[in-house]
């Protein structure tokens, strides 16, 4: 079986921001990731908010990422990581195709998008129901359609869209937002975007593909409903940690319980937007990496 000094799940910015600094501390350094490489950066239209790297597409803000940690020697494993336990005074980790065992784990997992938990909705995701803008906008150009949530992402996603949707409304389910105000004034400005506060989704109409919803007034209860040909979700996300349900401690949400030293038990370590913490950003994914790869490599000198 394939022996490393330190197992890496999650390829994203904490994960890659791990593995520089493992493999800067000498050590064999595998990381293992579903999907691509990037996490949830890769299809953030711009990055503006790095220190020192002005503006930056998230996708080259990944791949600069990746590639630093893979010039340095981080074997890449692209496969989904189905199990892991403790073996041997380490971590025995079952992914699609094999088994790899290393001293030490960095948990980097991340989180994915919040569903609006309404019925239809997985049947519909692709055929007018999105996660993202970035990705699916362009198939929406000329149409009318709703960006849900009143966070960054939401912002984010309503101003790329109102640049090639003929109409975009950005339906929240209160007055206050969660995103900068910085991005709201920027949305709020643009002609062919209306907010329809305190509203949300209470379902959605089409059989092979969406044609509206039906919004619920948060606060009268009145329904009403919108002709769309797009809604895209940006509800937040939740923590992808189910599988290390009894490795480590997990909070009501889901995220891992670790405070700024990222340390979630014997030999574990847990960095980016899978820990509990209030602010998830890149560069404090970026800054979990760095504590959680010195942490975990002090671990495997320490025998
Ligand atoms: P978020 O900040 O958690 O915002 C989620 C939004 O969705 C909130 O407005 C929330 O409403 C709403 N919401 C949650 N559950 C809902 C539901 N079931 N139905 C309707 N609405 C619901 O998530 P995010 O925008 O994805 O951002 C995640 C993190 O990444 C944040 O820390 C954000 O700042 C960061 N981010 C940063 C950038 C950047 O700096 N460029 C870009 C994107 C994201 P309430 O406010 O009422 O709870």
């Known amino acids: 079986?394939?022996?490393?000094?330190?197992?890496?799940?999650?390829?994203?910015?904490?994960?890659?921001?791990?593995?520089?600094?493992?493999?800067?501390?000498?050590?064999?350094?595998?990381?293992?990731?579903?999907?691509?490489?990037?996490?949830?950066?890769?299809?953030?239209?711009?990055?503006?908010?790095?220190?020192?790297?002005?503006?930056?597409?998230?996708?080259?803000?990944?791949?600069?990422?990746?590639?630093?940690?893979?010039?340095?020697?981080?074997?890449?494993?692209?496969?989904?990581?189905?199990?892991?336990?403790?073996?041997?005074?380490?971590?025995?980790?079952?992914?699609?195709?094999?088994?790899?065992?290393?001293?030490?784990?960095?948990?980097?997992?991340?989180?994915?998008?919040?569903?609006?938990?309404?019925?239809?909705?997985?049947?519909?995701?692709?055929?007018?129901?999105?996660?993202?803008?970035?990705?699916?906008?362009?198939?929406?150009?000329?149409?009318?359609?709703?960006?849900?949530?009143?966070?960054?992402?939401?912002?984010?996603?309503?101003?790329?869209?109102?640049s090639m949707c003929s109409k975009v409304y950005l339906v929240h389910r209160r007055e206050g937002f969660r995103a900068e105000p910085e991005k709201v004034a920027k949305v709020k400005n643009m002609p062919n975007v209306e907010f329809v506060l305190n509203a949300k989704v209470a379902s959605l109409i089409g059989g092979d593909k969406v044609e509206g919803v039906i919004l619920e007034d948060t606060v009268t209860g009145e329904k009403k409903e919108l002709k769309l040909d797009g809604v895209f979700v940006a509800v937040g996300q939740t923590p992808s940690t189910e599988i290390f349900e009894g490795l480590v401690r997990r909070d009501k949400a889901g995220y891992i319980v670790a405070d700024e030293s990222c340390i979630a038990g014997d030999g574990v370590f847990v960095a980016g937007d899978c820990r509990t913490k209030k602010v998830r950003q890149l560069v404090t994914a970026a800054a979990d990496g760095s504590v959680a790869a010195l942490a975990a490599s002090e671990y495997c000198s320490a025998d």
């Not at 000498?26 to 990731?33: I, R, Y």
């Not at 079952?94 to 001293?103: H, I, N, R, S, V």
């Not at 909705?121 to 949530?149: I, M, N, P, Q």
């Open 1 to 162: 079986m394939q022996k490393t000094d330190i197992a890496i799940i999650g390829a994203g910015t904490a994960g890659m921001s791990a593995a520089i600094y493992a493999k800067r501390a000498g050590k064999d350094v595998v990381m293992l990731e579903g999907y691509m490489p990037g996490g949830q950066i890769v299809v953030t239209p711009e990055v503006d908010n790095y220190p020192a790297l002005g503006k930056v597409s998230g996708y080259d803000f990944a791949m600069g990422l990746y590639n630093q940690a893979t010039e340095l020697g981080t074997e890449m494993i692209s496969a989904e990581v189905k199990k892991v336990s403790r073996s041997d005074g380490g971590f025995l980790i079952e992914y699609d195709g094999g088994e790899l065992w290393a001293k030490a784990l960095i948990i980097a997992t991340g989180a994915k998008n919040r569903k609006l938990e309404v019925k239809d909705e997985e049947k519909l995701t692709g055929y007018g129901v999105s996660y993202c803008a970035t990705c699916d906008g362009a198939f929406f150009r000329g149409k009318t359609v709703a960006v849900v949530g009143g966070g960054n992402t939401a912002f984010e996603d309503a101003e790329v869209l109102a």
